[in-house]
């Protein structure tokens, strides 16, 4: 495995991290699989562990958490996150103080721990001032509840803008932003994003690396029963075009050549920017973690020739 910095922070995540988001909680996967594919990414050097309270409605805490306490607290980075809604209640949502450090404590709970590594602000929140969430977040990490905290799909203004306060303010800025970004949704992170993180020595870590498994080229024939895409509409409706198909089919030709498969491919060339902390997987088979771990090999391979017949296939 191998191992980076979050952003200029002295903490050292996988770079290839495991996700509870589509396949955690709810049922998704079978608690049996679902614990032998946690253990398997720690076994081959996982330390970083993504979840958050909305995912499974704090089921996939739960779940995460129930095998991640049978390791040592100081070999892992667990990762949670705070902004959706957990009920009806009017103010069990967004980035306010209350619902933030009323949040924290349930998140700790759920996962069996007395702390989070990192602590993500879920969205943008529009009702909530940013100097009050920046505070929350700032006496969290006063409290040791959580190390480090970030945001996931924030603008780079957004992101400027709450960085700008905690240096105003001498408040603990943000470590972590956490986009999508892959080679079929690239322009946000690589126009807007990492010209705001890189300078601030904030990092990324990208979810939906593999384009809701589009990548893999588990779709080049259509859609199947019991796929994800057959499952969630909206990353079929987003990922699954002509276009989208052609441009997977081509990318075949540049993984043979280079003895890999396409999502070790596609995980090295997003991890290939300097910016990138980790890329999160999701996975449903152990058989999938160990396929994708692999990616860190083909870095070396990823030549500037190599790349330039990415681009022509991507445009």
């Not at 001498?170 to 705001?196: G, H, K």
Request: glycine residues 8%; hydrophobic residues 35%; proline residues 4%.
């Amino acid at each position: 495995m191998q191992y980076r910095h979050l952003g200029n922070a002295g903490v050292k995540v996988s770079s290839v991290a495991l996700g509870g988001w589509i396949n955690y909680g709810e049922g998704k996967t079978a608690p049996d699989a679902a614990q032998q594919v946690i253990k398997t990414a720690y076994e081959q050097g996982i330390n970083y562990f993504d979840i958050a309270d909305v995912y499974g409605r704090g089921e996939a805490e739960k779940e995460m958490g129930a095998v991640l306490r049978d390791y040592p607290r100081h070999s892992l980075v667990i990762a949670s996150k705070v902004f959706w809604p957990m009920s009806d209640e009017v103010n069990d949502r967004g980035l306010s103080r209350k619902h933030i450090m009323e949040s924290v404590e349930k998140s700790l709970q759920r996962i069996g721990t007395d702390y989070l590594d990192i602590y993500f602000c879920h969205r943008p929140d529009p009702e909530t001032p940013l100097v009050e969430t920046a505070r929350a977040m700032d006496d969290l990490v006063h409290q040791g509840k959580v190390l480090y905290w970030g945001t996931s799909e924030w603008t780079g203004s957004q992101i400027a803008e709450v960085y700008q306060i905690c240096e105003r303010y001498n408040l603990y800025p943000p470590t972590v932003e956490q986009p999508q970004y892959s080679m079929l949704y690239r322009e946000r992170v690589e126009q807007e994003i990492l010209p705001i993180t890189e300078p601030r020595g904030i990092g990324l870590v990208i979810f939906s690396p593999l384009a809701q498994g589009m990548l893999t080229g588990k779709y080049d024939n259509g859609v199947g029963e019991g796929t994800r895409f057959n499952r969630e509409t909206w990353a079929r409706d987003r990922f699954f075009t002509e276009e989208n198909t052609t441009r997977v089919r081509k990318l075949k030709e540049i993984a043979d050549d280079l003895g890999v498969t396409r999502a070790q491919l596609a995980l090295a060339w997003v991890l290939r920017h300097t910016g990138v902390s980790s890329v999160i997987i999701g996975a449903t088979r152990p058989e999938q973690v160990n396929d994708n771990v692999k990616a860190i090999e083909v870095s070396d391979k990823l030549t500037e020739d190599v790349l330039q017949r990415i681009d022509a296939i991507l445009g």
